[in-house]
């Protein structure tokens, strides 16, 4: 397919004001130019143009916030000068698989002050003798070549990067609700205060266990009183009966 129709079709009735990513891969280009891609695609932050047997880049419309280029697999061998003029911002840029032979043709980049990625895998600039130092001497702004820093530290993924900002912002929102903590700290007091409640409870069961028993020793104990005094009074009944059972007989004998 054509890169101009491919273009259309990638736009899905949407304005080229309003794309901010447009991937071209494996159209072709027209006679190895770009072709359909003006400025009005001024939003563009992400434009990937992967083997499109791209020869030249002279065509690139001005994308001043343009921070991702893919242009792996092409036939470019020069001419990158364009870039720093039409993509100031470019922080990304991808030229792995091209013509690109010296340092000579790769010393244009370092007007793009901006770029933190390069890449320049199987090209033949690679073959060179020094070659990762002599580009880390060349574009001191990059971080990562062909995938690793200075030290082979290889270079987060974009997703790691959203990830990474994901979890700041969790951070952020944890200190804003205060440490876990605080509230670890608050559940153990409150389960210091149900113990203490049941402790409270339990002691109250007890008093009032203790105190109905004493109120039963009281009863028990006016049950006996009134006991013994039952038997003191039967007693006294039968003293006045034997008293009185010698003067019934004393008085049968007058008789």
């Known amino acids: 397919m054509e890169m101009k129709k491919r273009i259309n079709l990638e736009l899905r009735n949407q304005a080229p004001e309003e ?18 891609l003006n400025d009005s695609f001024k939003e563009l932050e992400f434009l990937s ?7 030249s880049l002279a065509k690139l419309p001005t994308l001043s916030k343009l ?9 470019i061998s020069g001419g990158l000068e364009v ?13 792995s698989g091209n013509k690109i032979k010296d340092l000579g043709t790769v010393e244009a980049l370092q007007n793009l002050k901006n770029l933190k990625s390069l890449d320049l895998f199987n090209c033949e600039i690679t073959n060179l003798e020094d070659y990762r130092d002599s580009i880390f001497d060349l574009l001191q702004q990059i971080t990562y070549l062909d995938g690793f820093d200075q030290e082979d530290n290889e270079a987060p993924d974009s997703e790691d990067d959203d990830d990474e900002g994901d979890e700041d912002d969790n951070d952020e929102d944890e200190d804003e609700a205060g440490p876990p903590g605080e509230y670890e700290e608050d559940d153990d007091e409150d389960d210091g205060g149900s113990d203490l409640g ?6 109250e069961v007890g008093l009032s266990y203790l105190m ?13 009183v009134e006991e013994g005094g039952d038997e003191e009074e039967e007693e006294a009944v039968r003293g ?3 008293k009185r059972d010698p003067e019934d007989e004393g008085e049968e004998e007058d008789d």
Do not use: F, H
């Open 19 to 36: 794309v901010t990513e447009l991937v071209l891969d494996n159209c072709k280009s027209s006679n190895g130019e770009i072709e359909g």
């Open 49 to 55: 143009m992967a083997n499109v047997q791209l020869t």
């Open 67 to 75: 921070r991702k280029l893919e242009l792996s697999d092409n036939i």
């Open 83 to 95: 870039l720093a003029e039409r993509c100031p911002n470019l922080t990304y840029l991808n030229l």
């Open 198 to 203: 049941e402790g409270e409870e339990e002691e």
């Open 212 to 224: 109905k028993e004493e109120i039963q020793d009281e009863d028990d104990d006016d049950d006996y």
């Open 240 to 242: 006045e009966k034997r």
